[in-house]
């Protein structure tokens, strides 16, 4: 991969650096997506499923949060939009904290007995914003001008 | 030598293929870690290494090394100086190729 080259091939060398790197980028954008969606069905389940069912979901997804964090400690490639959505403190890491206590809190100490439909859009709305953070920083990512 | 044919305005520091793919993927990107540029760029580490410490020379990448635990990571990203160096080159490669062309 030494000495010198044409003009030609040189922007072709560009190019294809280019698209690697992007693949890489929109491959985290991708991870980021993933994760909000299977953080609301997540929520969903705990919310509103069958004992049974929570159980698998709580297993399930303590061993995708472990894969997304040792993805994401394991990525090794940062654009603006990355370094945006991973930034302890950021926006993205507070809703996302705080979407998780709150859907905690209703989980402990606002499930009714008998749970009817107030509850269950209550769970889904909750299910969902706490997945949004996730999405949106997903979005942000394969949207953002490279 | 100087003169008024475009080829003059190449950058000899970048214009080499592994200092090109080096400044390509940091310009794709804000920081890319060390091992990433060695899988990204396909070279071993020792002619990464120094080829980046060309590049860190001419002032056009920036090295941060962190820890995280006890696992050191090499970060780069280029300076403001190597991102316009960069995009001079591409401009220059540019007119050479349309000049060709015509």
Known sequence: MEGKFTPEEALQQIGAVDRRVRRSVETAGLVYLLAGTVTTVYWTTILLGPRWLQIS?????????????????????????????????????????????????????????????????????????????????????????? | MSGSHPRHGLDDVIHA??????MAALSAAEKAEFRFLRDTIEVSDSL???HILTLEEAGYVQVEKVFVGKRPRTWLSLTDDGRRAFLDYVSVLKRLTEGLSE
């Open chain 2, 48 to 50: 990464l290494s120094k």
């Open chain 1, 57 to 146: 979901a709580a297993i399930l997804a303590s061993v995708l949060v472990g894969t997304f964090a040792r993805y994401h400690e394991k990525l090794g490639v940062r654009d603006r939009a990355i370094v945006r959505a991973s930034r302890t403190g950021g926006a993205v890491h507070l809703a996302y904290g705080a979407m998780t206590v709150a859907t905690l809190i209703a989980a402990f100490f606002l499930r009714p007995g008998d749970p009817g439909g107030g509850w269950t859009a209550l769970a889904v709305t909750l299910a969902v914003a706490t997945g949004l953070p996730l999405l949106y920083a997903g979005g942000r990512i394969l949207r953002a001008p490279r």
């Open chain 2, 17 to 22: 293929p592994v200092r090109l793919s080096i």
